[in-house]
C-alpha cells in the first residue's frame, strides 16, 4: 500500500518536469534464481528521452533488470513493456527498438572495427547502403574514423568502450541501455563517455537506462534516480529531490579529521542519540549524519572527552553518496566489506524504504 | 511470412557462420593447429600400425661361407632364389658380410636389421644327404624382424624345394607344365571382396575421417557458443531482433565447415601417404560426413545448454567422445568387444558413420547398400535435433 503511493507520488513529481509520453512500464518485475531473489518487485516507468539512473551497489540487481528489459533474460514474475511491446510475448518488436551497452564489450578481437560493425548491423537486416553510410558516420562520431580498419583487439579500453556504445547505436535505437558504461575508464575517456551519452540523448531523444555504482556519474547524466538496494528500488526522484531528503529538516553531515582515531572514539559517537550513522573514510577521517540542533556540540564533546585531536571540521552539502547512506544506512560497496555497522538502522529508514 | 522468415534466419546463420570462419582464419596459431591435428592423427596411426607391405627395404646381410662340392655350388642357387623372390616384394635389401662378427657389428651399427649366414659345409652336406645349416642372425631387440626373415627363408627353402622335386619328377617324364601341380596340388590363395590390397589403414582411415570431423563439431560447438557467452558477444546477438535458431545454425555451420576442411585432409593424407583408394563415390563420403555432423550436432547443443561455462563444455564433451572413439569400431573392429560394450556401440551414431564410410570408400558401396545406417543416422538426428531445440531456446533465455 504504502510503495504504490510512493510510485504515484513520484510519478507526478515526474511528469511535472517532462510531459513525455511513457516510454518503459515495469510492473511488478521479479527475477529469482534457485530460490534466490534478484529482483524482487520493482516497479517503475521512464518516460520517452529521459535519462534514468539505476543506482546501487554490486550485486544490487541492477544488471538482472537491464537484462530483463533487454530481452536476455526472462522475469519470474510481473510484465514490463518498451514502447508498448511486452518483453516476454513480443520480444523481436522489442529488440527492434533497444540498443544495449552491456558491461561486457561486445565486440570480436580479431575482427575490424568497422567488420565489427558491419557483422551486428547485418543482423538488424539495414539495407546496406544505409549501414555502410551510418558505420561512418559513428565511427567518426566518436573519433574511431582513422581506426576503422584495425582490429579492435589492438585498441585502447577508452576506444573499446567508444566500440561498445556505437555498436549498440547501429539500429538507431529508442531506448538505450547502458549497463556500468564508464567502469574501468580514466577520468578522460569516462567524461568522454558521458558527453557522448548526453549527446544521444539531446540530438536523437533516446531514452537512456544507465546504471551505475558510481554517485557523480548518476547526478551528472540522470533525470531521475532509482536507489536500488538488494533487488528492490527504495526511493526513486529527481537527484535534486533526493538531495533535500538529506539536507532537508535538520540533517547535518559533519567531516572531522582526527589524527589520533581510535575505535573507542568512533563507538562513543555512534553512541549518541543525535548521531544516525558514522563512516570511517579512512586512518583520520570521519563521516557523521546526525540530526538535531545540539548535534554538532554533542560530537565535538563526545570526541573530546575521549581526548581526541580535532584538527579540522567540515560541514558538507550532503552528497548523492550521503542520500545513499542515509536511505539504506550504508556506503556503496561491494556487501563483503561493509565494516561498521550502523546503528539505529531501523530509526529512520522505513519511511523512506519500499519494501 | 514463413518463407521470409526462414530466410532472414538462413541469411543470419551464414552471417553467423562467415564471421565465426573470419575469426578462425584471423587465429594463425588456431589454423596451424587445425591442419596440423589430422597430420599427426594420421602419420601416428598410419605408422603405428604396419601394413605388411609397409615393411620395406630392411637392409639384411649375406655371409656366404660356402665351399661348394667339386664346382657345384648350391648355395648360388639359393642366393638366386633369395633374389628372385626379393624381385617381387622389395622386402628387403642384401648386403655382403665376410663372417658373423662383421654381421653382429653391422647389427650394432645399425647397417643391418639382421643376418643369413651360409654354412661352409652346405652344399658337401646336402649332396652327401645331411642337412644344409643356414643361420640366422637376429637382433633381439627387434623379435618382428626375426620373424620376418624366417619368414622369407621359409619361401625361398619352399621354393627351391619344389623346383628341385619339378626337376625329379620332369626326370620321371612328366612335362614341365604339369610338374608343378603333381608337385604342389594345393593351392591357397587370399581374395577379399574387392581387387587389390586390403591393409589395416584401409579399415582404419574412413573411421578416422569420420571421428575427426564429429571431434571437431562436437568439441567445437559447445566451446564456441560457452565462449562468446563468457566473454559477452553472444548478448549482442540475442539482443538483435534475430531467430534464436540462427545463432545455432551458424555456429554449427562455422564448425562443420572446419570439420569438414580436416576431414578433406585427412582424405588427402590417406590417399597420397598410405595408399588408400576410394573405390566409392566421393560425394557420397562428403554426403555421409554432413550426416554424421547432423546426426551428432544435437547432442552437442544440448550439452551447450547445460554448459555454464567453455571449461565445463569442454571437459563435458572429452568424456563423451572418449568412450565413443573406442567403442564406435573405429580403432578395434566392433565385434572383437565383449557383448556389453558391443550393445553401448550399437546406439552412438558414429559406429554408423564410420561403418557406412568404411563400405563406400573401402568396399565401394552406393546408397542402397547403406541404407540401414543412413536411415539411423537420420533417425538420430531428427530425435536429437528435436530435443536440442527447445532445449537450446530455453538456456538461451534463462
Known sequence: MNSKEKIASTQAEGEELLENKVMIEVKNLTKKFNGFTAVDHISFDVKESEIFGLLGPNGAGKTTIIRMLSTLTRPTEGTASIGGYDIVKQDNKVRQLIGLVSEKMIMYDRLTAEENLRFFGKLYNIPKNTLNQRIDELLELVQLGKWKDSKVGTFSTGMRQRMNVIRALLNMPKVLFLDEPTLGLDPQSTVEVREFIKKINRENQTTIILTTHMMTEADRLCDRIGIIDHGKISTLDTSTNLKKLVSGGDTTVLKLEIPNLTKKMVAAIQALDCVKSVSQENAAHLKIHATGNEAFDSIIDAARANKAKINSVENLQPTLEDVFLYITGREVRDKADNKIAMPNRRHFRPKQRIR | ?398
Open chain 2, 1 to 398: 511470412m514463413i518463407r521470409m522468415g526462414a530466410k532472414t534466419m538462413i541469411s543470419h546463420s551464414l552471417r553467423i557462420a562467415w564471421k565465426d570462419l573470419m575469426e578462425l582464419f584471423r587465429n594463425r596459431m588456431g589454423l596451424v593447429l587445425l591442419i596440423l591435428m589430422p597430420i599427426f592423427m594420421m602419420t601416428m596411426v598410419g605408422f603405428i600400425y604396419p601394413s605388411e607391405t609397409s615393411l620395406n627395404s630392411v637392409p639384411i646381410a649375406l655371409v656366404n661361407e660356402d665351399a661348394g662340392f667339386g664346382n657345384y655350388s648350391l648355395s648360388s642357387t639359393f642366393i638366386m632364389t633369395l633374389n628372385s623372390i626379393n624381385e617381387n616384394t622389395g622386402m628387403i635389401t642384401i648386403t655382403d658380410a665376410s663372417n658373423l662378427d662383421d654381421v653382429r657389428e653391422m647389427i650394432q651399427t645399425g647397417d643391418a636389421e639382421g643376418g643369413i649366414i651360409i654354412s661352409s659345409d652346405f652344399t658337401s652336406n646336402i649332396m652327401s644327404g645331411k642337412q644344409g645349416t643356414v643361420t640366422i642372425v637376429t637382433d633381439e631387440s627387434n623379435p618382428q624382424m626375426s620373424a620376418m626373415i624366417q619368414a622369407v627363408l621359409g619361401q625361398v627353402f619352399e621354393q627351391m624345394g619344389t623346383m628341385l622335386a619339378q626337376q625329379n619328377v620332369q626326370g620321371l617324364g612328366v612335362d614341365a607344365n604339369t610338374s608343378l601341380a603333381v608337385v604342389k596340388p594345393y593351392n591357397v590363395q587370399t581374395k577379399g571382396s574387392i581387387e587389390g590390397e586390403f591393409s589395416y589403414f584401409d579399415f582404419i582411415a574412413p573411421g578416422i575421417m569420420a571421428m575427426t570431423v564429429m571431434m571437431s563439431v562436437m568439441t567445437g560447438l559447445p566451446a564456441a557458443i560457452s565462449q562468446e557467452r563468457e566473454v559477452g558477444t553472444l548478448d549482442g546477438m540475442m539482443v538483435a531482433p534475430i531467430n534464436r535458431l540462427s545463432v545455432i545454425l551458424g555456429k554449427t555451420l562455422a564448425q562443420m565447415a572446419r570439420g569438414i576442411l580436416q576431414g578433406t585432409l585427412i582424405l588427402v593424407l590417406a590417399v597420397t601417404l598410405f595408399g588408400v583408394t576410394v573405390h566409392g563415390n566421393i560425394l557420397l563420403v562428403f554426403a555421409l560426413l554432413l550426416l554424421g555432423v547432423f546426426s551428432f550436432v544435437g547432442l552437442g547443443v544440448v550439452l551447450t545448454s547445460f554448459a555454464k561455462d567453455q571449461e565445463t563444455a569442454v571437459m563435458m564433451m572429452t568424456t563423451i567422445m572418449f568412450p565413443m572413439m573406442f567403442l564406435s569400431g573405429v580403432f578395434f573392429p566392433v565385434e572383437q568387444m565383449p557383448w556389453f560394450m558391443q550393445s553401448i556401440s550399437k546406439v552412438l551414431p558414429l559406429t554408423y558413420v564410420a561403418d557406412a564410410l568404411r563400405k563406400v570408400m573401402v568396399l565401394g558401396a552406393d546408397i542402397p547398400a547403406i541404407t540401414t545406417e543412413l536411415s539411423i543416422l537420420i533417425v538420430f538426428g531428427v530425435v536429437m535435433t528435436a530435443i536440442a531445440v527447445p532445449v537450446f531456446k530455453r538456456a538461451m533465455t534463462r
